[in-house]
């Protein structure tokens, strides 16, 4: 099952075994100035640099405000609970991890690793999609008493980075119906503007996987919520299905949805927005 996200004292620099989810009432204070280094190590936050910069090659960085003008964001990301929840981390999905964001490696590579993340990520979000309990008898005639799914669940991709997870939802799922939702930025004024969406007819009946890989700002993923909503979905029946998410970009969907859920790998200020360029073969 996946951990729910803890907002620890610092963020980590990569994303680190987390611990239990905590209530707003149990929000780590802010560290005392002159502190101790952080610990690098699972377990525990490793620290940024105390201006909130993040180390990366032009393009792939990010300076933050000075920490007094963050503290809004951190408030609210510590009261996000259970509806933000991480994939526990290991050595394995680290790999994958730094091979995604790595601008040497190769598109064979990046593909390869993208597809296992995206495997592992679309499992732990069946896994939270309801079962019910069955029994089967097994070829030499005893009885098992197992699950499986109960019916009425779909996917929805937004185009075009998130049709990049089809494939690992209908290798876990053949037989799953897969909406699609095209939803591009305006040019002048850089709103999330939809253009296209297609749904199964009896959508607002079904558990919704919604699908993209890169949590930036939110915005795209809002805009896919409230097309759903217009269809009769409801958020508590949405679960956003993505590979690295940024604090904004989980705080702005959880602030809109309060009851919408978000699996990710990873939360961190600097997300991989080349995903889709590189996925597809046009960066």
């Known amino acids: 099952m996946a951990k729910e996200l803890r907002r620890p004292d610092t963020m980590p620099c990569h994303n680190q075994q987390l611990a239990p989810a905590a209530t707003a009432s149990q929000c780590p204070e802010p560290a005392e100035p002159g502190g101790g280094p952080g610990q690098d190590q699972v377990g525990g936050p490793a620290k940024l640099p105390a201006n909130g910069a993040v180390a990366g090659p032009a393009g792939d960085s990010a300076e933050g405000p000075p920490p007094e003008d963050r503290e809004p964001e951190d408030l609210s990301f510590c009261q996000l609970g259970p509806q933000l929840k991480l994939l526990p981390m290991n050595d394995q999905i680290r790999e994958l991890q730094t091979i995604i964001r790595d601008k040497t490696a190769s598109r064979g590579d990046f ?38 799914f109960e019916k009425g669940n779909c996917g929805v991709s937004i185009m075009r980075s998130g049709e990049a997870m089809e494939q ?76 690295f998410s940024t604090p904004h970009g989980a705080t702005s969907i959880i602030q809109e949805f309060p009851d919408i859920t978000i699996l990710t790998t990873e939360v961190h200020p600097v997300a991989p927005t080349h995903f889709g360029q590189k996925y597809f073969g046009t960066d």
């Open 111 to 148: 593909m390869f690793s993208a597809d296992r993340l995206i495997r592992l990520v679309v499992e732990e979000g069946l896994n939270q999609l309801p079962y019910k309990e069955c029994t089967v008898t097994t070829p030499t005639g005893y009885k098992y008493e197992g699950v499986k």
């Open 168 to 243: 690992g939802l209908r290798d876990c799922c053949r037989s799953i119906r897969i909406g699609k939702i095209l939803i591009q930025s305006d040019e002048e004024t850089q709103r999330a503007k939809v253009y296209y969406a297609k749904f199964p007819p009896d959508i607002y009946r079904r558990k919704v996987l919604l699908m993209y890989p890169i949590l930036s700002t939110g915005n795209t993923v809002i805009e896919a919520v409230k097309v759903l909503i217009e269809h009769g979905v409801q958020p508590s029946v949405i679960i956003v299905l993505s590979l």
